[in-house]
């Protein structure tokens, strides 16, 4: 069965691409197209949308084992458990696991945006576990595909340069020219500079990965149903009565697994309901008001800054207070704020720090500060300039 790929912009107010080949041929459209209804949707959302976690679990039941990783990773993203959605890969040898981490409130927009287009059936992935396996960056069209350590992850396409090469800064092969320019090194091919080249370079990934190996955002109650098929039925080929009684059982058995599938698929809708009622109180379970509370929260959060590049940028700006030393660090999520407890020399040295990451384009707010000793413990909330 050929696959429909459907890239989900960054921004609500972007225009999602759809893309498909047939007999090698590619066509792309910004509408649903018509004559695709065989085809199998693939819905691909920005890798800095999703964060990728390594977590050792002990547990083996399904259940457990979500539990556990959503509590194993809700220090690192400084985020209520309830306001986040998980995916899990595989187990390796020693029992570790991926986990892919999005918000519960962008994976409700994201099903409710698709179903309404009626491909609720899709598969759902990030753009960071389709990245090519020779590649160590990535230029996509709006973001950067990076990997280190052998993980996959995603940064805004917008980062400044030192705070990139201070993040990866030695990449093996780079894809993309201007991608190479900023990093100071040849590109070992080209980018994807629009969608359909993006489309085209992650479908490739997708359909010639191994079955299993990328991780499915299509998890815990947004698992897909999967379709019962009457293929197998032309391998029966029993005689006399025995055939006759097998069929007959097998055809119940469809029957009764097909009503499970439906009481399965009621229930998801009004877990989804709940979600949704539980994300945004104010809409009284109504979709649209909570889809429109989703739109004015994603507005809010456009200014905030990620937590990998306010404090790849802090520990850059420590070098302008020598012996500096940072104590505590603290994410806000919903703020998009990184807040650091920093051990300075005088209180001179805070205006240093500061003015060095306002010179890397983020904002910086001085909180209070005490001495303690010969030494000052100050306070430094980072933000986004625009915040």
């Known amino acids: 069965m050929a696959n429909l790929y459907i890239l989900i912009p960054a921004s609500e107010a972007g225009t999602p691409i759809f893309g498909w080949h047939t007999n090698g041929i590619w066509r792309f459209a910004e509408t649903m197209p018509e004559g695709t ?51 899990l890969g595989r187990p390796d040898a020693e029992g570790a696991r991926e986990v892919l981490v999005t918000s519960a409130a962008d994976m409700a927009r994201w099903m409710a945006w698709l179903s309404a287009h009626q491909l609720g059936n899709c598969d759902l992935v990030c753009t960071h576990s389709l990245m090519p396996d020779d590649a160590d960056a990535f230029e996509g069209p709006a973001e950067i595909l990076l990997r280190r350590e052998g993980r996959g992850f995603a940064v805004d396409a917008a980062i400044p340069d030192d705070v990139l090469r201070l993040i990866h800064p030695a990449p093996d092969s780079v894809y993309g020219a201007s991608l190479a320019r900023r990093l100071g090194i040849p590109p070992a091919g080209e980018g994807a500079l629009s969608g359909e080249d993006y489309i085209k370079t992650l479908a490739g ?160 707010t001085l909180g209070q500060a005490r001495q303690t000793g010969d030494q000052v413990l100050a306070e430094l909330t980072i933000e986004g300039a625009g915040s």
Do not use: K
């Open 205 to 364: 990934v997708y359909e010639n990965a191994e079955p299993g190996s990328i991780i499915s955002l299509r998890q815990g109650v947004y698992a897909r149903r999967r379709n019962m098929g009457l293929d197998g039925a032309g391998r029966w080929r029993f005689a006399g009565l025995l055939a006759a009684a097998a069929a007959i059982l097998w055809l119940a058995s469809v029957g009764l697994e097909t009503a499970a599938y439906q009481n399965q698929a009621d229930s998801l809708r009004t877990q989804t309901v709940d979600l949704i009622s539980t994300a945004v109180p104010s809409a009284n379970g109504n979709v649209d008001a909570a889809l429109t509370q989703l739109r004015q929260t994603q507005r809010i959060g456009t200014s905030a800054v990620r937590p990998t590049i306010a404090s790849a940028a802090l520990y850059q700006a420590l070098a302008a207070a020598d012996g500096a030393e940072i104590r505590t660090l603290r994410y806000d999520a919903s703020a998009g704020q990184l807040t650091a407890l920093v051990l300075i020399g005088n209180y001179a040295e805070a205006d240093a720090i500061a003015a060095q990451l306002e010179a890397a384009g983020l904002g910086v």
């Open 37 to 87: 209804d065989d085809f199998f949707p693939v819905a691909i959302v920005p890798g800095t949308a999703a964060t990728r976690h390594a977590v050792q679990i002990a547990a083996t039941r399904p259940a457990e084992v979500r539990q556990a990783a959503l509590f194993a990773v809700e220090d690192d993203v400084a985020e209520p458990v309830d306001r986040l959605h998980i995916a």
